[in-house]
């Protein structure tokens, strides 16, 4: 029995980037989990892993936390249908993951940082606020969202771009099938559509066709999950 903590919002949304990882590579391996929901305040639930951030899974007897770390356990642990069929693999997962982490994350949290405060559960709001004011160098974080949609999406669709390329010429960022680079994207754009309204792809960008074939994997998974 694999029992994997993901992040909760109002009304049961399950936004993290992170844990969409999780789901996907568990999905990909064709292994089935139950979900503990944890609040922004209740690292308690995950305190037995020694982690203050989620996911977490518990797999039998063993703890694993971090999106990556679960990621090779899962590969280890359950070998059929593996995430990784070589090392070289392996590292352009991390790679892409490193990239969607630092770039692709980084352009997003602002464009909807406004809509995000205000599906945080009413109890994790003060925390949210003072864990991630001191980053914005704000709490009026509607005000922050308005301000940097005003500058438009270019910057934020601009980080797309290697992508976006490759899926002229692929319908996968892995290649015929989707593989753990999708994953990792795909986190990002359901940490986006659970949260905000906003949109942030043209219709006839290659990335939009992309992301509607990974709404629709594994019987539609993350276009099931409650959008905002
Ligand atoms: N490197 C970690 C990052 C996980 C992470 O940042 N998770 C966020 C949710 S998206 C979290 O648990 N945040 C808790 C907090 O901010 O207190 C991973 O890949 O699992």
Same mark, same amino acid.
């Given at each position: 029995m694999i029992t994997l903590y993901d992040l909760v919002f109002q009304d049961d949304r399950r936004p993290s980037p992170f844990?969409?990882?999780?789901? !996907?590579?568990?999905?990909?391996?064709?292994?089935?989990?139950?979900?503990?929901?944890?609040?922004?305040?209740?690292?308690?639930?995950?305190?037995?892993?020694?982690?203050?951030?989620?996911?977490v899974i518990k797999d039998g007897a063993k703890s694993v936390k971090d999106s990556w770390a679960i990621a090779l356990h899962l590969d280890q642990a359950h070998p059929d249908k593996p995430l990784f069929e070589s090392e070289a693999a392996r590292i352009l997962a991390r790679?892409?993951?490193?990239?969607v982490d630092t770039a692709v994350h980084v352009a997003v949290f602002p464009l909807i940082v406004g809509d995000l405060y205000d599906r945080v559960r009413p109890v994790d709001?003060? !925390?949210f606020r003072e864990s991630r004011g001191p980053r914005l160098g704000t709490t009026d974080f509607s005000a922050f969202q308005a301000k940097a949609r005003e500058k438009g999406l270019a910057a934020f669709q601009a980080t797309l771009e290697p992508a976006r390329r490759l899926l002229k010429e692929q319908l996968f960022l892995a290649g015929g099938r989707p593989g753990y680079p999708d994953y990792a994207l795909a986190g990002a754009f359901l940490w986006a559509r659970i949260t905000s309204p906003v949109v942030l792809l043209e219709t006839d960008d290659p990335v939009h066709a992309w992301r509607e074939r990974m709404l629709d994997l594994f019987d539609g998974m993350g276009r099931r999950a409650k959008a905002a």
């Open positions: 844990c969409w990882r999780a789901k !996907y590579a568990l999905s990909h391996k064709g292994l089935k989990w139950v979900e503990e929901p944890m609040g922004f305040t209740e690292k308690q639930k995950i305190a037995f892993a020694g982690s203050q951030t989620v996911p790679f892409v993951g490193n990239w709001q003060a !925390y």
